[in-house]
């Protein structure tokens, strides 16, 4: 029986935080059985949302929960602010849109790279919660 790791946060207050919940990403996953390429789709997802947490709301938190079941691993997490939260979600959503001259590729990007995305703002609180999801792959008895 697989033993779930606990849940972590890391406070989203500076550059450096960024590379800590990019690592704490990549270090669960691991923990919990996912391969080096889904490692790096989580940590980039997760450096994206955290990035957009300084630019545009300064501090928020990023948390990480093993949600495996006996048939899937599943790592998710969620990115909250209390900013002022994302004018247009469906603007904000489409290749090419930023409000910040940036490539405009973040979110729609992160939507990309996760098996669930999901996103709620409003002034005040913006939550993104994304997952990576696998089958179990079954354990040969030796």
């Keep these: ?5 606990p849940s972590e946060s890391v406070r989203i207050l500076s550059p450096p935080d960024i590379v800590q919940a990019r690592t704490t ?11 080096i390429a889904d490692q790096i789709r989580l940590a980039t997802a997760v450096s994206e949302l955290t990035r957009n947490v300084l630019q545009y709301a300064g501090i928020g938190v990023c948390s990480f929960e093993d ?3 006996g048939t899937q691993i599943r790592l998710r ?3 909250e602010d209390n900013g002022p939260g994302i004018l247009d979600i469906g603007m904000a959503m489409k290749d090419g849109f ?3 001259h940036g490539l405009g590729a973040g979110l729609p990007g992160t939507r990309r790279l996760m098996d669930v995305f999901y996103i709620e703002s409003v002034p005040g609180l913006t939550r993104i ?6 089958e179990r792959l079954l354990e040969s008895s030796k």
Excluded: K, P
């Design 1 to 5: 029986m697989h033993s779930q790791i």
């Design 25 to 35: 990403a990549r270090r669960m996953a691991a923990g919990i059985g996912f391969g």
């Design 67 to 69: 949600a495996s079941d």
């Design 77 to 79: 997490a969620t990115v």
């Design 98 to 100: 930023s409000t910040s």
């Design 129 to 134: 919660i994304i997952t990576l999801e696998r």
